[in-house]
T-cell receptor, first 113, second 114 residues
Framework: AQSVTQPDIHITVSEGASLELRCNYSYGATPYLFWYVQSPGQGLQLLLKYFSGDTLVQGIKGFEAEFKRSQSSFNLRKPSVHWSDAAEYFCAVGSGGGNKLTFGTGTQLKVEL | DAEITQSPRHKITETGRQVTLACHQTWNHNNMFWYRQDLGHGLRLIHYSYGVHDTNKGEVSDGYSVSRSNTEDLPLTLESAASSQTSVYFC?????????????FGPGTRLTVL
């Protein structure tokens, strides 16, 4: 069965600093990978996705992620964090053509001004 | 604009009562999903549907049911609510099964079972 691990429950960074959120997955075939962001009291918004091709994926809000098959990882990065990036971030792996999603437990990001 | 809505946004109910949470999308998406979100677990799939009259069990389906009588709606029913079902419930939809289609999420329903 597929699974996703987000080893960091909470991360605090200063505004303007770089950010990397870790995601490791377990899946038997070529994975469909996603990063979602959830602001307090809101639903989930897709940041970026990987299905095939270039392993460095660009998303919205200045985020990017790199798929590394050898490490089973799909880490999310941003070069300079803004206070508005404070939210919870979820990594997910999709099966069934990417249709059924398995989520990690999330990483809560706090941004210090 | 097309959207996905959930109602109610908040609900308090008592143990043993039947509860139905509504999900409505105007994108005409074939695929719809119900998840629950709990601390330490992220989102877990409850039920999903690939089209009218199609329903499938997800990872945590016990105590829940869904029905799909049209494309737009996938109501989630808790047959006999339990305290363990206190959670935030999210509905999502997706156009098709091609890998390049994202799931769009509703705003969530916070359910408390006393």
């Amino acid at each position: 069965a597929q699974s996703v691990t987000q080893p960091d429950i909470h991360i605090t960074v200063s505004e303007g600093a770089s950010l990397e959120l870790r995601c490791n997955y377990s899946y038997g075939a070529t994975p469909y990978l996603f990063w979602y962001v959830q602001s307090p009291g809101q639903g989930l918004q897709l940041l970026l996705k990987y299905f095939s091709g270039d392993t460095l994926v660009q998303g919205i809000k200045g985020f990017e992620a790199e798929f590394k098959r050898s490490q089973s990882s799909f880490n999310l990065r941003k070069p300079s964090v803004h206070w508005s990036d404070a939210a919870e971030y979820f990594c997910a792996v999709g099966s069934g053509g990417g249709n059924k999603l398995t989520f990690g437990t999330g990483t809560q990001l706090k941004v210090e001004l | 604009d097309a959207e996905i809505t959930q109602s109610p946004r908040h609900k308090i109910t008592e143990t043993g009562r039947q509860v139905t949470l509504a999900c409505h999308q105007t994108w005409n998406h074939n695929n719809m999903f119900w998840y629950r979100q709990d601390l330490g677990h992220g989102l877990r799939l409850i039920h999903y549907s690939y089209g009218v009259h199609d329903t499938n069990k997800g990872e945590v389906s016990d105590g829940y049911s869904v029905s799909r009588s049209n494309t737009e709606d996938l109501p989630l029913t808790l047959e006999s609510a339990a305290s363990s079902q206190t959670s935030v419930y999210f509905c999502a939809s997706r156009r098709g099964t091609s890998g390049d289609n994202e799931q769009f999420f509703g705003p969530g329903t916070r359910l408390t079972v006393l």
